[in-house]
């Protein structure tokens, strides 16, 4: 599916359930999600921590409400559950997405200034070079005697500072290999938005509400 | 061929004194020029006014070929003129090699029919075709350079900017680049100007050199050019002292069975190597055959095969806290190894943890006077030009006097006279305090006397050089 409507799809159906109070949806779309990540072979791992981290999350919140309140049982469940149609649908669509297909997506058919697509496009890439960084941050701590814990301020003020070096050197090389803002580009791919996108967008979307009409009390 | 006009440029940068002062200079159309001058002279500046990334001072002109840069359109402007920067990593955007070349390709409006020749033919005259699809941060810095130097043959810039594109590049990878370069300047008439310090392998294609100085820029005469190139004839560079270990020296590290892979590729194979201690030993071989990831082993920064021990104790064991005292890095990056704002700060910090009482107040103001960076106390780290940077960084890592010291590339981007005054630092302080240093160097200029031995990394083996006599 076309990158950008994939995106405003996850997005839509995430605002849309965040206003209403549908468990049977809620878990309708965690099978869904489930499947799709099935079909395209998800890690066993990243599934188990997609799924530790919302439980360890959603019970805290459940149990606190349980203690204070007075939320009805409906209203729990919904919560619980709309918790895990955030995850999964975000990872749903992370997983099944290149962050490049996605960037020239944006740039082309959601006609988003190049500026804004790449400057997503490097803040993806930066991800991996941050955490390599910390790494050697602590360690260049450590040779001159201090010791940085993770709570350290320092730590990061280093890492932000060594991250708007980064950002300025990025400027300077995308500059130098012709960028300039607003100024027309050419595609090299072309990332087609084809009739089938719009058809599974629509029908969907389509899905959803006519879940949520049936579901509501 | 663009002919290169720079007249009354002033260039001061924030808050600091002037850098560039009233310089008028003319780089000819299809010709290689040379520009050469002490680190903190201005070169990169120079080089990133004339590209175009740093916008011009007012009062300054800057023409190719009588027309300024902001005359031209966008897509004009990078094929009349490109900089290839010093650091190689940092020069581009996208993921791969493929889609770095199509990325600059795009910008220029290229249409995407004519794209995949430009970019076969780029490869090939650089001679990387087996590169296209590799991930560009997973190549070493002279692959990097010379996918570099293939984007700015497809974009085909007629005036080509070099900053220190060799500061730390083997010299086979240096010698082709240099190569390429010239087949450009001769063939196809493009306009070269090339910072460096070293100046070897350069005087068959020099008449003239450029030498930035003072904020001015002059041009040297034929005699002079052949002059200051004669200094770096190829004999300077030969190790002369340097011996095979023998049984009865002694060693700090001992590495059994120790091999390095890195993304599926292996870069030695396993193998039992000493490591001496209380002397010199110099580590060299190709870019990209793993000397910096066998440093950052060493430190810990990295997965290994085998095990590693120092003084006896497998370096795993021994607590991290105690071992970075022990066994330091200098970083290849200078900036990786500060972690305060000021020149002041960052000297406090390693007054206050290192060793104190052999680096008095004193003596740090006397090595801060030979490393010429005496009255910087209040500049920030990050605006010190990067040879400035390399040197307080080693005088940062000195002051910790840990026993045993790994200098990855620590004379990368220096002139001459701030390598002979790192040099003399550094061999007096490991002389009075008895240090183990090992180094990785591709600049060996001026090294031999004070290196007692060679390791040479090829063909995925360590070996120790020794001179036969």
């Given at each position: ?92 669509f992370?997983?099944?997405?290149v ?5 020239r ?25 941050i ?7 602590h ?29 300025d ?13 607003w ?35 | 061929?663009a ?35 002490p ?13 175009g ?36 990593s ?47 941060m ?31 590049i ?7 680049l ?22 070897s ?12 100085h ?11 050019t ?22 009865q ?21 396993p ?31 990295g ?14 064991r ?9 066994v330091?890095?200098m970083?290849?990056?200078?900036t990786?190894q500060?972690l ?43 605006s ?13 890592m ?31 302080t ?11 160097s ?28």
């Amino acid at each position: 599916m076309n990158p950008s409507l994939k995106l405003a799809l996850v997005v839509l159906i995430a605002l849309e359930i965040s206003f209403t109070q549908v468990w049977t949806v809620n878990v309708a779309l965690i099978v869904i999600s489930l499947v799709i990540l099935g079909l395209n072979r998800i890690h066993i791992r990243t599934l188990v921590w997609l799924t530790v981290v919302p439980l360890f999350f959603a019970s805290a919140l459940i149990w606190s409400l349980m203690l204070r309140g007075n939320a009805t049982p409906h209203f729990l469940i919904v919560l619980f559950t709309r918790m895990f149609v955030y995850v999964y649908l975000g990872a749903t669509f992370t997983q099944t997405t290149v962050p490049l297909e996605l960037t020239r997506s944006l740039e082309q058919n959601a006609k988003l200034p190049a500026k804004f697509a790449y400057g997503f496009l490097a803040a993806f890439n930066l991800f991996p070079k941050i955490k390599a960084e910390v790494a050697t941050v602590h360690a260049a701590a450590m040779m001159r005697g201090q010791v940085l814990h993770f709570w350290s301020p320092q730590l990061y003020f280093k890492v932000i500072l060594t991250a708007m070096n980064w950002s300025d050197q990025l400027a300077s090389a995308m500059m130098s290999h012709g960028f300039v803002e607003w100024a027309p580009r050419t595609y090299a791919i072309n990332v087609p938005l084809r009739t089938r996108d719009w058809v599974i967008f629509g029908a969907s979307l389509l899905l959803v509400q006519i879940g949520l009409f049936i579901g509501l009390p | 061929m663009a002919t290169v006009n720079i007249e009354h440029l002033t260039y001061a940068p924030d808050h600091q004194d002037p850098v560039l002062k009233d310089l008028t200079a003319t780089f000819l159309g299809g010709r290689f020029s040379l520009l050469t001058g002490p680190s903190g002279s201005g070169k990169t500046t120079l080089l990133r006014l004339i590209a175009g990334l740093t916008p011009l001072p007012t009062g300054a002109t800057l023409t190719f070929n009588g027309q300024p840069l902001a005359a031209q359109s966008p897509q004009q402007r990078s094929q009349t003129v490109a900089l290839l920067f010093q650091e190689p990593s940092t020069q581009f955007t996208m993921d791969t090699v493929t889609n770095e070349l199509r990325f600059a390709l795009e910008n220029q409006q290229v249409s995407p029919a004519a794209m995949p020749g430009k970019i076969d033919a780029a490869l090939a005259f650089v001679g990387i075709t087996d590169l296209r699809d590799r991930n560009l941060m997973q190549l070493s810095g002279g692959e990097q350079q010379k996918v570099a130097l293939a984007i700015i043959v497809a974009m085909d810039s007629d005036v080509i900017l070099l900053d220190e594109p060799f500061a730390s590049i083997d010299p086979a990878t240096r010698q082709t680049l240099l190569d390429r370069l010239v087949k450009l300047c001769r063939d196809q008439g493009k306009t070269i100007i090339l910072a460096d310090h070293d100046l070897s392998g350069y005087a068959q294609w020099i008449d003239h050199l450029t030498v930035l100085h003072a904020g001015q820029v002059t041009t040297l005469s034929v005699a002079a050019t052949q002059a200051r190139l004669a200094a770096f004839t190829p004999e300077r560079l030969q190790l002369t002292h340097v011996q095979l270990p023998t049984a009865q020296d002694k060693s700090c590290f001992e590495a059994k069975g120790f091999g390095l892979s890195q993304n599926d590729r292996t870069l030695i194979l396993p193998e039992d190597l000493p490591l001496l201690t209380h002397k010199t030993t110099l580590i060299t071989g190709p870019n990209g055959s793993g000397k910096s990831t066998f440093f950052r082993s060493l430190v810990r920064l990295g997965r290994y095969q085998g095990t590693i021990t120092y003084q006896g104790r497998d370096i795993q064991r021994i607590r991290r806290r105690t071992y970075a005292r022990h066994v330091s890095l200098m970083f290849q990056s200078a900036t990786a190894q500060f972690l305060n704002v000021t020149v002041a700060e960052e000297l406090a910090l390693s007054q206050r943890y290192g060793n104190a009482t052999y680096f008095t107040p004193d003596r740090i103001q006397a090595a801060l006077a030979q490393l010429d960076l005496s009255g910087r106390d209040e500049q920030i780290i990050y605006s010190l030009s990067s040879g400035q940077q390399k040197k307080l960084q080693l005088l940062c890592m000195l002051m910790m006097a840990p026993e045993v010291l790994l200098l990855d590339e620590p004379f990368k981007g220096l002139d001459l006279n701030s390598i002979q005054a790192a040099l003399t630092l550094l061999t007096t302080t490991q002389r009075d305090l008895d240090l183990t240093l090992i180094i990785i160097s591709h600049q060996l200029g001026g090294l031999s006397p004070y290196v007692d031995y060679h390791l040479d990394l090829a063909h995925q083996q360590l070996t120790y050089q020794g001179v036969t006599a």
